[in-house]
């Protein structure tokens, strides 16, 4: 299968507790997003790169977010200091930006549902 | 900035019935809409998208949605309801300006009674 993978699909953290999610894009994609989802809410934008750069970044995303794509390839974002409110799914999706008008078809994995206790 | 109001949190339309979600957006620029699904438990999946061009746009398993500039409005249709049409419809809209992140509404549960 060659879609967007996400690893892990669920993780269950106390408070106060980092935790790292993996996201693999489609290969040859050039931008990757992540997205967060409550429940009864569509995704919420947080972050985006272009390649290895991240060019958009949410003000929903505080200090204790973080999110990585070196080499433009696989991606990583991390939250430090987890609080109950960031229980949620995480979503990544990528596309495949070609220049033109096309708008952004973006492919979603799966997500990785954190519950913070 | 971008926004999408999708009217109607959950829609329940009988097999066989006309399908019709709402969806409106504002944009101050040209937009990008798009209309994705997600079943329970998958991913979310593109159904349509509108960039430019016809506004009258199909997409995958039967459905389709108008551009209107004039309403500010993208709506969802399909003529006749299935139940494997059920789940959740999101709404989304990008633009150029807007540095390509999506903007997606609340999104609409649609049931298919039998």
């Known amino acids: 299968d060659t879609g967007v993978s996400q690893d892990p699909r669920h993780k269950i953290t106390k408070r106060g507790q980092n935790v790292t999610f993996r996201c693999d894009p489609i290969s040859e994609h050039n931008r990757l997003y992540w997205y967060r989802q409550t429940l009864g809410q569509g995704p919420e934008f947080l972050t985006y790169?272009?390649?290895?750069?991240?060019?958009?970044k949410s003000r929903l995303l505080s200090d204790r977010f973080s999110a990585e794509r070196p080499k433009g390839s696989f991606s990583t974002l991390e939250i430090q200091r987890t609080e109950q409110g960031d229980s949620a799914m995480y979503l990544c999706?990528?596309?495949?930006?070609?220049?033109?008008?096309?708008?952004?078809?973006?492919?979603f994995g799966p997500g990785t549902r954190l519950t913070v206790l | 900035a971008q926004s999408v109001t999708q009217l109607g949190s959950h829609v329940s339309v009988s097999e066989g019935a006309l399908v019709l979600l709402r969806c409106n957006y504002s944009?101050?620029?040209?937009?990008?809409l798009f209309w994705y699904v997600q079943y329970p438990n998958q991913g979310l999946q593109l159904l349509l998208k509108?960039?430019?061009?016809?506004?009258l746009v199909k997409g995958i398993n039967g459905f389709e949605a108008e551009f209107k500039k004039s309403e500010t409005s993208f709506h969802l249709t399909k003529p006749s309801a299935h139940m494997s049409d059920a789940a959740e419809y999101f709404c989304a809209v990008m633009t150029d300006t807007g540095g390509f992140k999506t903007i997606f509404g609340a999104g609409t549960r649609l049931f298919v009674k039998a």
């Open positions: 509108y960039t430019t061009g016809a506004t």
């Open positions: 790169f272009q390649n290895e750069a991240q060019l958009e």
């Open positions: 999706a990528s596309s495949l930006a070609d220049g033109g008008r096309t708008g952004d078809e973006q492919f």
């Open positions: 944009s101050s620029v040209p937009p990008y």
